[in-house]
Structure formats: C-alpha cells, structure tokens
C-alpha cells in the first residue's frame, strides 16, 4: 500500500517534467497522471503540422510527429495513468471526478495549460483560427486551401490574403512556414503565386516582443525575404467573417486569418475555486503551491509565478518544464515536512525557426542566424525528446519529423 497519493492533472510540458522526476524521488508513493488525450503533444511544432501539405504527407504521419503516447513515455516506470477529462475537483475531500471514476489524493498539481486570449475582441473568437491543438492545426490546413480553391473559382476576387494576427514567437514562426505552403498550393491549383499573401498583424511596435531589438530586426528582415508582409502598431478592434478592423480605422479584408495574439490559462475544474488573474494564472507561492491548499499546487501556463523583475514569467514551455523540475524536488521535501528552497525561475534562451531551415537562436552570449542556428533548434528537440524516450528514439523521431516536415520547404 502506498503511503502517498499523487495526482497531476495535465500531461503538458510542466506535468510530464514533474511525473518523471516525482517517479524517480519518490520511492514510496503512488504517481498519477490524468489527461483527456493518451499522448504528450509537443505544441512547439503545431505550426509545422498546420502548414505540411497533405498531398506530400497523410494525418496519421503528422499526428505522429507531435503526439508521444504516454504508454511510450512512462514504459516501465511507477507512473499510472488515467485517460479522462476532469469533471471537477473536491478540495476538501481529496477527490478528483472524471465523472465515471474518482481519484482520491493527498497532494495534487493542475497543469492543464492553456487556451487563445481574445481579449474581449468582437468577432476574435468566431473567425480567428486559434492553434492551440493538433484538430485545430488541420483546421487552419483545410481552410487555406479551400480560400485559394474557392480564388480559384471566382474571377472576381484579385487576391488571397492570409493574416496571422500576432506577431509573437509563434506568430512568427507560422508566418515564415506558411510560405512553403502557399507555394505548393499555388502549384496545385494552378493559381498565381503572386496573388497570394501573408500578412503579420502586430499590437505593438516590435515582432517577437520582449526577445530583443536583434532578434525582432533578424526576424522582420526574415519575413521580408519571405515575401511576408508585417504591420505593426496595429491593433485589432474588430472582426467580421472576411473584415479586420484596427485601432488606426483601417480595413482589412482577408481570406484565412490564423489567431495567435496571446494566451490565457485554460478554466480550472469545476469546485476548485483559486485566486486569479485577469488572465485566469492562479497566485502560488515560493513552493508553487496555492494560497488556499497547502496540498495543491498550479505549474505552467497556469501559474502566476513572478520572476526576479516582479514581472510574471513568460508562459513557455521551458518555464513549465522548468517548474515541473522543481515541483519533483521541493514535493518529497514538503511531504517530510522539510522547507525547500523557494522556486527561483531563471531567464531562458530562444530558438525561433522562421521557414525552412533557418532560425534565431539567442542564448547569451549566444547569436546565430540561419542554418547553423536550425541545427542547434533541431539538437534541442533531441535533447528533449531523449528526456522522455531515450536517446536512439529521440534521435529517429527527430528524423522523421525533419524528413516530413521539409518535403514543402
């Protein structure tokens, strides 16, 4: 019998950072992981499953590429998990409902991550196409191609306009692939390349803001030799079904407009009441636990944790797999009533991909651009993929993924 229960509602980045190393320093308690899906799903290459072409791959390659089932992950290890959606959550009695089944636990972590921000918008959450998930990666798929077959069609429409609203991290990265997309879309429906476009649409002043003056310029100059359209200072204050309008009173019509402006965290379950932010983080302390249960704890995009600059830390996916760490060395301490130290978030490289085989990267002191950049984003794949299935698996999903996803560079 176990002496301790565990359960981590999320198998994101932080959930499965935590549940590996809970397993490996816990010896003597029960570990569960709860998710809606079997599989871990790897976000940071969602914009490369929404922009492949289908003729040149199939869905169940592109789903294999981002979606690593547990069953694989935790081969082997003290780790049960259940698939199912959470229903609600009893603080009081311990007890997580799935509706036909109920988990009892002593000490509970939600990692649930995160969804689109639309930021009271009118029409943002009708017509944008969030990519928050691999349906939603093929959603946007079928959508760019039926926008330049229905072109195709009407001799009256003189051009395609794809917008991607935002122009953070993955804003940018979608851009700069969407390109090989288009291209190949063009070919295929005997459509001239030239009539269609992609265009940023950006708040602030800068792409990818808060990553540094040099990598935006890199960036914007990146895009440009895309063919990539960027207007910044723009923001949007309404949207119809085929009409932006922006702060400036400009109108912009488009075809296909990708929504990846910002991100919320996801609703916490139902009976779990926490204090929050506007932008539904949940307030933790030093240990990342609650203000309201000693024995629940919020990590990734969930969390408001405040960085040294009493800012809130970004909502990335090193950050979560950072506070997945820690929460697998300070819960074996909590749980002996020892004091920990207090959870202390540290700055973070980047490794931006903008199309084909070209990226940023910035780990100061650090600087790349291009190909050799691309190389080190693909090593930091393997490196992570080996943390969860070793490292020949890591090193052939690496391959297969670089082997599907260029086949439209």
């Known amino acids: 019998m176990f002496n301790t229960k565990i359960v981590i509602l999320g198998g994101g980045f932080a959930g499965v950072a935590a549940v590996l190393g809970l397993e490996k320093n816990v010896k003597d308690a029960q ?3 709860v998710d809606r899906e079997a599989y871990h799903q790897f976000n940071s290459n969602l914009y490369e499953a929404a922009t492949a072409a289908e003729e040149l791959t199939n869905i169940f390659d592109l789903k294999k590429s981002i979606a690593l089932p547990f069953a694989e992950i935790f081969k082997g290890k003290r780790v049960n998990f259940v698939q199912g959606e959470v229903k609600s959550v009893d603080a009081e009695n311990r007890t997580v409902n799935l509706g036909a089944k109920k988990i009892e636990y002593d000490y509970l972590t939600v990692a649930l991550g995160s969804c689109e921000e639309c930021f009271n918008i009118p029409g943002a959450k009708e017509f944008g196409l969030p990519l928050k998930n691999f349906p939603q990666a093929l959603k946007i798929k079928n959508a760019l191609e039926f926008a330049v077959e229905a072109h195709k069609m009407d001799a009256q429409k003189k051009y395609v306009r794809v917008v991607v609203a935002g122009g953070g991290y993955t804003g940018v990265e979608l851009a700069g692939e969407l390109n090989g997309l288009m291209d190949f879309l063009s070919w295929k429906h005997g459509y001239p390349r030239q009539k269609i476009e992609i265009l940023v649409v950006e708040a602030s002043n800068a792409l990818m803001p808060g990553m540094g003056a040099r990598a935006t310029r890199d ?3 990146r895009l440009g030799e895309l063919g990539v359209g960027v207007k910044l200072l723009s923001p949007i204050t309404n949207m119809t079904h085929n009409t932006l309008e922006l702060l400036t009173g400009e109108r912009i019509v488009y075809d296909a407009l990708i929504w990846t402006a910002g991100v919320r965290a996801k609703p916490l379950p139902q009976g779990l009441s926490l204090d929050a932010d506007a932008r539904g983080r949940v307030k933790v302390d030093e240990f990342l636990r609650t203000k ?29 797999m950072h506070q997945g760490r820690y929460l697998a060395f300070a819960l074996p301490l909590l749980i002996k009533n020892r004091r920990p130290l207090p ?3 540290k700055p973070h490289g980047f490794i931006v991909s903008i199309g084909g085989k070209w990226a940023i990267m910035n780990y100061p002191p650090f600087y790349f651009v291009g190909r050799f950049a691309y190389f080190i984003h693909e090593l930091a794949h393997v490196r992570y993929f080996a943390s969860l299935l070793g490292l020949w ?11 599907l996803y260029s086949r439209n560079d």
């Open 31 to 33: 570990i569960t992981l």
């Open 219 to 221: 960036a914007g100059r």
């Open 292 to 320: 309201e249960y000693h024995n629940i704890f919020v990590l990734g995009d969930q969390a408001l944790v405040m960085g040294a600059d009493s800012r809130p830390v970004p909502q990335s996916a090193q950050d979560a």
């Open 343 to 345: 959870y202390a978030p």
């Open 393 to 403: 698996k890591a090193i052939k999903l690496v391959w297969f993924q670089d082997r």
